[in-house]
């Protein structure tokens, strides 16, 4: 993790509601304070913004325009090693899920998800 | 390490304890007897010490006597006087050597007593008393070199005295000396006896007690084995353990090949097993799970819910009938010192379950199924459907009396499958009219089962068992929806007696709403329109029209006359297609009823070539029917336009079911059509 304690996170998600509520779940009172350093809508615009702020955290959704989420995890962990990726899905396979852990992702979580499970998650990740 | 040797002292202690005492007990006698050796070169050399005080007392007096014989000879007395010399000298060296050797007190008072010692002092005390007389007058004695006779004379005469006395206690103390030294034999023979004698003891104890702990530790072992072979052959779900190079264990539990249907070898590769036993994909997401599994970083938590091999289905060829077909896995780790080294894998047959919940989610659709059929029926006048289900019964009923009671004729059979074909896709109408999806899905494969006997002329009567049992199941629906009607009814509590206030629009709302369904279905758009006067009451011909004729002119020129959105565009028409229904009535009382659409209208080109395919007419026949006569045919049972049969169109029923409702109505049906333009069937009823 990053050598303060202030942690960045960035969310990458095509649901722009899927994105605007796990920011509002990240900015709530029961996670340690993140920094959001960004909102991607695409495994494109992810890895760009990835590049630029270096986030320590990130969700990442699987099925995407552009760049899908395996793809872009691979991306992200060549450059980023220690960043911890949380696969936020609807695939219900498994087999992807699988792919995207060992291709570098930390956690997974299907949608559709509770508050609670994604707070967990997310706390489950910073441990 | 550490541990290791405390719990090998912890498990040992009394072994390693006797093994050491056996070890002491050697060194021990090892010990004694080096000890003994020197206590017996002590011994001899006291004992020889002891001997030459007897001869050196000896020599010293035959030395006297040779000094006084060659002083009486007045011979040379050098020889005799070094002689003497040397007797007194070892002597004194003797005597000085022992009672420095017997002064010691014993090392070991238990092997040498020391009474025995002081008594030997003693005897060595007496023998220097009686050698001292001797050796005063033998000192100056020698100190000339020319001794006096007087002198040599009283020498010799002590000497004489003495010697015998003096040679007994040097004897006795040799005695005394040998004595002694074979009681210490004795006492250190009798310890080496008894030590080896325990050595002895102590080795049957740690033979004894470790061939014991070997052969309880055996039948703990065996007892074990035993267990687990148990457990291992009688639980039922199977058990194998799989190691961090991906093969099977060699202890497995006995299901294992009943659940697989096929044996799973010690040591077989696991990942090529499921690869023959499942689909690759499974197989591949198996894979990365177990080697996420062996990882030591990943959290239980994300594990438990990334496991691919939950309900998996087996590959059908691997099946056989008493075999399972569905599997769950499930992996735990194994970890020592931190490190996972296998996974304890448990394999359970979830045939059953999954069945289980199939049926449930069947009996689940079934339910939403009944329940559409409820809100389908409730969208209608129960008192109309009602009407439909006791005239839909009592029409199949006497059908089915006819089937029965059916005479072994021939010639009867093509019409009645005729008849009931007629009267079974009538049925269908009216009930998708009405929201009975049930009944006109249960009609339709009714129809499915009529077809292929319509046209053949051999039927007998065993081709019609079908027929009897698929109208038994239609009746039977419409059994079942008329019991719901009933309870719908009775809740009503009879409100619903009233007749409706605008029974022509009812029908024609009902009718719209039959349309938009068959358009839905077959992926059309259509408007619906009616100009029709409003009417208080309807005259029970025409309600007969509405109910039966016009739901299947709808029908048809939504399935024939529309055409999809694409063609309609393509030929320059809005999309969405229009069905316009009107009702006119003159003076006279004549209804003349128009069915129209604006779809491709008849082609007289295709019904020809349709009455050749479908063999109805020969080419020749066909080729000397005029247009009229060949839309004429399209009233003929049998005959459809469309290529396949589907639930709105196709079996060429619908217009068969139309003239023979507004025949027995005394009514005339006419057709106008245009290629591209429209379609129009215009049905005209004369007053009774």
Same mark, same amino acid.
């Given at each position: ?127 | ?76 007395? *050098? ?29 070991? =008072? ?8 002081? %008594? ?12 001292? $007389? ?54 250190? @023979? ?133 075999? =399972? ?7 735990? *780790? ?48 129960? %008192? ?29 059979? $093509? *019409? ?5 074909? @007629? ?57 079942? &929806?008329?019991?719901? &009607? ?58 007969? &029209? ?72 020969? =080419? ?18 049998? &005959? ?5 049969? %589907? ?42």
């Amino acid at each position: 993790m990053s050598l303060h304690n202030i942690l960045s996170m960035m969310i990458v998600d095509d649901s722009m509601i899927i994105r605007n509520r796990i920011a509002r779940l990240v900015a709530g009172p029961t996670l340690p304070h993140i920094n959001i350093a960004g909102l991607a809508a695409n495994g494109e615009m992810a890895v760009e913004l990835a590049r630029d702020s270096r986030p320590d955290l990130i969700t990442m959704d699987l099925t995407m325009p552009l760049l899908d989420g395996e793809a872009c995890i691979e991306r992200i962990i060549d450059f980023l090693p220690e960043t911890k990726i949380l696969v936020v899905s609807a695939l219900a396979d498994k087999a992807t899920a699988l792919r995207a852990i060992k291709k570098g992702a930390s956690g997974f979580l299907h949608k559709p998800f509770t508050d609670e499970e994604l707070l967990d998650s997310l706390l489950e990740l910073i441990d | 390490m550490k541990t290791l040797l405390a719990s090998l002292f912890g498990k040992y202690r009394d072994l390693v304890l006797a093994i050491g005492i056996f070890l002491l007990l050697d060194a021990g006698v090892s010990a004694i007897n080096i000890y003994t050796s020197r206590q017996i070169e002590a011994d001899a050399s006291r004992i020889n010490a002891a001997g030459l005080l007897r001869t050196y007392a000896q020599q010293l007096t035959k030395g006297l006597l040779t000094l006084e014989m060659d002083l009486r000879n007045g011979q040379r007395t *050098q020889s005799s006087l070094a002689e003497i010399s040397e007797a007194r000298l070892g002597f004194d060296d003797a005597r000085l050597a022992l009672e420095k050797k017997l002064a010691q007190p014993s090392a070991l =008072p238990l092997i040498e007593p020391e009474s025995l010692r002081q %008594h030997a002092q003693e005897l060595l005390a007496s023998v220097v008393r009686t050698w001292e $007389p001797i050796d005063r007058e033998v000192g100056p004695l020698i100190v000339n070199a020319d001794p006096d006779p007087e002198s040599a004379a009283r020498a010799v005469q002590k000497a004489v005295t003495r010697n015998n006395r003096l040679t007994q206690q040097a004897d006795d103390l040799s005695e005394t000396l040998t004595e002694m030294a074979n009681k210490k034999t004795s006492t250190v @023979r009798l310890i080496q006896a008894i030590a080896i004698s325990l050595a002895f003891l102590n080795f049957a104890f740690i033979l004894f007690k470790f061939i014991g702990r070997l052969a309880a530790s055996d039948r703990q072992t065996a007892a074990a084995r035993e267990e687990t072979e148990r457990i291992l052959g009688s639980v039922r779900e199977g058990l194998f353990l799989l190691t961090s190079k991906r093969t099977v264990g060699g202890q497995r539990s006995q299901s294992l090949d009943r659940i697989f249907g096929q044996q799973l070898q010690p040591g077989a590769d696991f990942l090529a097993f499921l690869g023959r036993l499942t689909s690759t994909a499974n197989a591949e997401a198996a894979r990365d799970y177990i080697d996420l599994l062996f990882n030591k970083k990943m959290k239980q938590s994300l594990l438990e819910q990334l496991n691919p091999l939950v309900e998996i289905e087996l590959l059908a060829e691997q099946r056989t009938k008493k075999s =399972p077909s569905y599997l769950t896995f499930e992996f735990n *780790q194994i970890r020592e010192n931190g490190q996972v080294v296998a996974l304890l894998v448990t394999v359970f047959d979830v045939s059953q379950k999954v069945r289980l919940e199939h049926q449930l989610a069947g009996a689940e659709a079934r339910a939403d199924n009944e329940i559409a059929l409820l809100l389908g029926i409730l969208d209608h006048n129960p %008192h109309e459907v009602a009407d439909f289900l006791s005239r839909a019964r009592d029409t199949l009923q006497l059908i089915n009396g006819e089937l029965q009671s059916i005479q072994p004729l021939r010639q009867p059979y $093509p *019409q009645m499958v005729n008849r009931i074909a @007629r009267i079974v896709h009538g049925l269908k109408g009216e009930a998708a009219t009405l929201g009975c999806s049930s009944i006109s899905r249960a009609a339709h494969a009714f129809e499915d089962i009529l077809q292929p006997l319509r046209g053949r002329n051999d039927l007998a009567g065993d081709d019609l068992i079908p027929v009897a049992v698929a109208l038994s199941t239609l009746l039977s629906e419409i059994v079942k &929806v008329e019991a719901v &009607v009933k309870r719908v009814q009775h809740f009503a509590g009879g409100k619903s007696d009233a007749p409706p206030p605008d029974p022509l629009g009812d029908s024609l709302r009902r009718i719209e709403q039959y349309a938009l369904r068959v358009a839905e279905d077959l992926n059309k758009q259509v408007r619906f329109e009616a100009a029709v006067p409003r009417l208080d009451h309807l005259p029970p011909a025409l309600a007969s &029209v509405l109910r039966e004729a016009v739901p299947q002119l709808v029908r048809n020129a939504i399935a024939h006359g529309i055409e999809a959105p694409a063609d309609r565009l393509r030929h320059g028409k809005p999309a969405t297609g229009l069905v316009r229904v009107e009702l006119t009535s003159e003076a006279d009382g004549t209804l003349t009823m128009t069915i129209h659409d604006d779809g491709c209208g008849l082609s007289v080109e295709q019904l020809r070539g349709v009455l050749i395919e479908r063999e109805l007419y020969s =080419p020749a026949e066909v080729a000397a029917l005029s247009d009229a006569q060949v839309i004429a045919t399209l009233f003929e049972a049998g &005959v459809s336009s469309l290529d396949s049969a %589907h639930q709105h169109a196709g079996r060429g029923d619908g217009l068969a079911v139309v003239k023979a409702a507004l025949r027995d109505l005394g009514g005339r049906l006419r057709v106008n059509s245009r290629a591209n333009s429209h379609t129009r069937f215009i049905m005209q009823i004369k007053p009774a």
